[in-house]
């Protein structure tokens, strides 16, 4: 018997549970004037396996929002209390000082972060800045993943700064959160594309409109494009249903949904 399609599973409600499902943005907890449903580590797997998620890479609300250290600590709690289903983002904030973000860094290398999550425009920094920078050089001696939010024109983390920092630090490997956010903002970002060979666009976000991923997939290729939905900030369903739906192969629907994300975050098949 033929296997199903993807878009075909998706259209029928199906979780995708034969396939590897990586979610590259997610937050947890409650966040500022904003309802969040099942925000915790609990509910998210719950809605995970409703969809077939099988990983969430996840960078608490508190770590961006108040206390970085803090909400660092509630990925490590939920990574430990329920294992094998999250992979925790250290969050560090670029208007503390140099040394406070590079001692947080080693403190969460240290108990297993997989990777690393940035905010500019929550913190009202430049992605530039001089105290993220020995962040950066750990970051690139060992090749880890950078998410970072990217929205169109944004003067705290413009493809510029990318590119100059795609220079400067080689080994990094940046996941260009919401790839600008909207239709402009994603002409902005996927000029790096050619230029910049370690940088991968997530597809989290409320923008996206006909046609969106098949153009990033043209853009950067199929290999460099990651599943992102910013789970629970935003119901992750959509997100699988524009992918499902989206006019590329099985087989980068398949690099999509997981198999990008497990190389880059050293994940085996499940």
């Not at 608490?60 to 992979?87: K, S, V, Y």
């Not at 290729?221 to 992918?243: A, N, Q």
């Amino acid at each position: 018997m033929e296997a199903r399609s993807i878009e075909a599973r998706v259209l029928a409600g199906e979780a995708l549970r034969d396939e590897l499902v990586v979610d590259v943005h997610c937050h947890m907890g409650p966040w500022a004037a904003f309802v969040v449903h099942e925000g915790g580590p609990a509910g998210m797997v719950r809605t995970m396996d409703r969809c077939g998620i099988d990983w969430a890479c996840i960078a608490p609300h508190a770590a961006i929002g108040p206390d970085f250290g803090g909400g660092n600590d509630e990925a490590a709690r939920a990574r430990d209390e329920i294992p094998g289903r999250f992979i925790a983002y250290c969050t560090l904030n670029g208007r503390y000082p140099a040394e406070a973000n590079a001692a947080e860094l080693d403190r969460c290398l240290a108990m297993g972060f997989r990777g690393i999550k940035l905010h500019p425009a929550v913190h009202q920094t430049p992605l530039d800045g001089p105290n993220l920078r020995p962040a950066f050089e750990t970051a690139s001696a060992r090749e880890l993943p950078v998410l970072v939010h990217t929205w169109h024109n944004d003067a705290l983390a413009s493809p510029a700064m990318f590119e100059a920092l795609c220079h400067d630090f080689p080994g990094i490997r940046f996941i260009l959160g919401h790839t600008g956010g909207s239709p402009e903002g994603a002409d902005q970002y996927l000029a790096l594309a050619p230029r910049c060979e370690h940088v991968y666009f997530d597809l989290c976000g409320s923008l996206m409109n006909l046609g969106m991923i098949e153009r990033i997939v043209d853009a950067a290729g199929d290999e460099r494009v990651l599943f992102g939905s910013d789970l629970p900030f935003i119901d992750c369903r959509p997100m699988l249903g524009y992918i499902g739906f989206s006019r590329v192969s099985d087989e980068s629907k398949r690099r999509i949904l997981g198999l990008n994300a497990a190389r880059l975050f050293g994940l085996g098949d499940r």
